[in-house]
């Protein structure tokens, strides 16, 4: 396939440089925008077009996962997202593990500097003290994670199934508890009001 051929059929996202590698191009979505800090995000899809074919699907997984991370309800990560979205996901890996080095260090400090009048203030003070809260595994979190694991975007039937499941649990013990808790916070008298609560449904 020659280069003109395979510049004429880029998927969406996709650019390639002048100097010929491929890279994947994502505009922030505007209600992300205060949150982020930034305007595109860029992934590197590699030298040739068969590489960036290979690793276009990843990308745009992660990119997805970042826009919905970034969305979500707790300052660690939409934290974590900042710094994906501009030190890659090594560097939110780093940080949430609390592995900081000096390098890290001294770019949190910089980022902080330079979005420190445009996102959240609790994210600039975490970006400051180069730390994030504890994660909270919450049931609505593990219910996203087994989502992730089963590949439920691409089975409908398990998706309704959870998707039904967690909206019993919304209604039965409330948003507090299926979102904000820690699952080691959850006693049997939520299972009970659940179980009783899914008998009349």
């Not at 090594?90 to 390098?103: F, R």
């Not at 400090?109 to 975490?126: F, K, M, N, R, S």
């Not at 730390?131 to 595994?137: F, M, Y």
């Amino acid at each position: 396939m020659s280069d003109d051929d395979s510049a004429m059929r880029l998927p969406r996202y996709v650019q390639q440089r002048p100097w010929g590698s491929y890279r994947y191009k994502r505009n922030v979505p505007k209600r992300l925008l205060s949150l982020i800090g930034k305007t595109h995000v860029y992934r590197f899809l590699g030298q040739s077009y068969e590489e960036m074919i290979r690793k276009l699907p990843r990308a745009h997984q992660e990119v997805e996962a970042l826009f919905r991370k970034v969305e979500s309800q707790t300052e660690r990560d939409r934290t974590l997202a900042v710094v994906e979205s501009h030190f890659g996901k090594e560097a939110a890996e780093m940080l949430g593990a609390g592995h900081i080095d000096e390098n890290l260090e001294m770019g949190l400090w910089a980022l902080h500097q330079e979005l420190e009048d445009t996102v959240d203030p609790a994210i600039i003070g975490h970006l400051v003290g180069a730390s994030v809260p504890d994660e909270v595994i919450s049931l609505s979190t593990a219910f996203d994670v087994y989502a992730d694991f089963k590949d439920s975007d691409q089975n409908k039937k398990l998706s309704n199934s959870l998707e039904k499941t967690k909206n019993d649990l919304l209604a039965s013990i409330g948003s507090v508890k299926c979102g904000k808790l820690s699952l080691s916070d959850l006693r049997r008298d939520d299972a009970l009001t659940y179980r009783d609560s899914s008998q009349t449904l």
